[in-house]
T-cell receptor, first 111, second 112 residues
Framework: DAKTTQPTSMDCAEGRAANLPCNHS???????VYWYRQIHSQGPQYIIH???NNETNEMASLIITEDRKSSTLILPHATLRDTAVYYC????????????FGTGTSLTVIP | DGGITQSPKYLFRKEGQNVTLSCEQN?????MYWYRQDPGQGLRLIYY???????QKGDIAEGYSVSREKKESFPLTVTSAQKNPTAFYLC???????????FGPGTRLTVL
């Protein structure tokens, strides 16, 4: 399984863009990059996923490097409600159906 | 509203008792999953089911059991054989086994 590496914690000023990095240097060609977030004591919330191209939806943008070894989740205008733990996950395609959640990045949005 | 429901939100049990956690979805998803989360840690897969009447063990199935008699329901039983049952339990579902998983609100189980 491709493993991911994320910073343990980050701060971001309210209203500014939050850029959350993720390294996945052993990713294979058919594995997608997924992002979820989890607010304290709630279930994880799906944010976005991608394979090669950059992706954008109403919540965030996902930028994947050309070599696919790293990616960045961008929250364009962070609010206090974006304070959460953000998980970067590389999806195992061929063996089982598991999402391997690590410890993620704890993002704190500061007023 | 479509979604995944888990009940109850908080559950307390005495040591040595079996307890069943409920998970229901009305999304018409084929696949369902149970994860366990301990404080400050990520999620670990307990069991998953891709179709009715079929399920597979995840990484930490010992001390747990499941059933999948209906598409919309995937209850998890925490048995007395589970050595450290106190945790936050999360249920998820997906259209198929390879699709995006959507999570319920979780059940926090405390064994006294």
């Amino acid at each position: 399984d491709a493993k991911t590496t994320q910073p343990t914690s980050m701060d971001c000023a309210e209203g500014r863009a939050a850029n959350l990095p993720c390294n996945h240097s052993t990713i294979s060609g058919n594995e997608y990059v997924y992002w979820y977030r989890q607010i304290h004591s709630q279930g994880p919330q799906y944010i976005i996923h991608g394979l090669k191209n950059n992706e954008t939806n109403e919540m965030a943008s996902l930028i994947i490097t050309e070599d696919r070894k790293s990616s960045t989740l961008i929250l364009p205008h962070a609010t206090l409600r974006d304070t959460a733990v953000y998980y970067c996950i590389v999806r195992v395609k061929n063996t089982g159906n598991q999402f391997y959640f690590g410890t993620g990045t704890s993002l704190t949005v500061i007023p | 509203d479509g979604g995944i429901t888990q009940s109850p939100k908080y559950l307390f049990r005495k040591e040595g008792q079996n307890v069943t956690l409920s998970c229901e979805q009305n999304l018409n998803h084929d696949a369902m999953y149970w994860y366990r989360q301990d404080p400050g840690q990520g999620l670990r897969l307990i069991y998953y089911s891709q179709i009715v009447n079929d399920f597979q063990k995840g990484d930490i199935a010992e001390g747990y059991s499941v059933s999948r008699e209906k598409k919309e329901s995937f209850p998890l039983t925490v048995t007395s054989a589970q050595k450290n049952p106190t945790a936050f339990y999360l249920c998820a579902s997906s259209i198929g086994g390879r699709d995006t998983q959507y999570f319920g609100p979780g059940t926090r189980l405390t064994v006294l």
